[in-house]
């Protein structure tokens, strides 16, 4: 039975059929994974005020990026293979996160004035437009929808590998980081396919209630939302540092 595709790792079309069965009593709901995902994003929330503040405070805050970013990326790699561990690593994971994403939107702040705040509106700006579009059905996640967005996700996430490797000889991708009109396109391109990974979220999130996944799975679908935003923040925050770096 297919459960939906999302182009997020952490949300693919496996993930509720591989925990079907497991469920005792209480079942995933969508109140409750929204509720879970707002805790998430709270704790997410403190732990980045706490590095920004460090930060403008004149404070080292390179330890706790390395340590969002390494130990996000061991947590994540745990939870997506053992969803059942979500409820108590999701919220770590999300404090490890805001260690993160505190410290490098300090450093972008520093640079440009008023872009944080500029960042977050048009973050929540677009995943309010995209979830009324979704509810409302402007936005149906059809197969061929979501093939085009897996597709799409699997490709940016292929050339920032590649980017990666050659950041190792000095070198990178074309365009990638430029602030003319092509890499301003590259990013543009980007934050619409991270973008349109909430619809598949959305609806992957909506059919795993549907089929009475286990209550875990609630904690389990915040991560995915999570993870989404994300990288949706950071390449509209990166979108925006291009554009300013050209007035």
Excluded: C
């Excluded at 390179?62 to 409820?87: D, E, H, Q, W």
């Excluded at 490098?104 to 702040?109: D, H, P, Q, V």
């Excluded at 990166?238 to 050209?246: A, E, V, W």
């Amino acid at each position: 039975m297919n459960y939906g595709r999302s182009g997020n790792p952490a949300l693919n079309e496996d993930t509720f059929e591989r925990q079907r069965g497991s469920s005792i009593g209480s079942t995933m709901t969508i109140d409750g994974t929204v509720n879970k995902a707002f805790i998430s994003l709270a704790i997410l929330l403190g732990a980045a005020f706490y590095t920004w503040n460090m930060y403008f405070n004149g404070h080292n805050v390179a330890p706790y990026l390395a340590a969002g970013v390494i130990g996000g990326f061991i947590l994540s790699l745990v939870i997506i293979f053992k969803p059942t561990t979500s409820p108590y690593l999701v919220p770590v994971y999300a404090a490890l996160e805001g260690l993160f994403i505190g410290g490098l939107s300090a450093r972008y702040e520093a640079a440009f004035s008023g872009i944080t705040v500029q960042a977050v509106l048009l973050t929540f700006g677009v995943f309010i437009a995209l979830l009324l579009a979704y509810k409302t059905r402007l936005i149906k996640a059809t197969e061929n929808f979501k093939l085009g967005v897996v597709a799409a996700t699997g490709g940016i996430a292929l050339v920032y590998l590649i980017n990666i490797v050659l950041s190792f000889f000095g070198m990178q991708v074309p365009y990638l980081h430029d602030t003319g009109a092509i890499g301003i396109g590259i990013s543009l391109v980007i934050v619409v396919i991270a973008a349109l990974n909430l619809v598949l979220d959305f609806d992957f999130i909506e059919n795993g209630a549907k089929r009475n996944a286990p209550k875990y799975m609630e904690w389990y679908g915040a991560f995915g939302l999570l993870v989404t935003l994300v990288w949706l923040y950071i390449e509209i925050l990166r979108l925006l540092s291009k554009l300013r770096s050209r007035d």
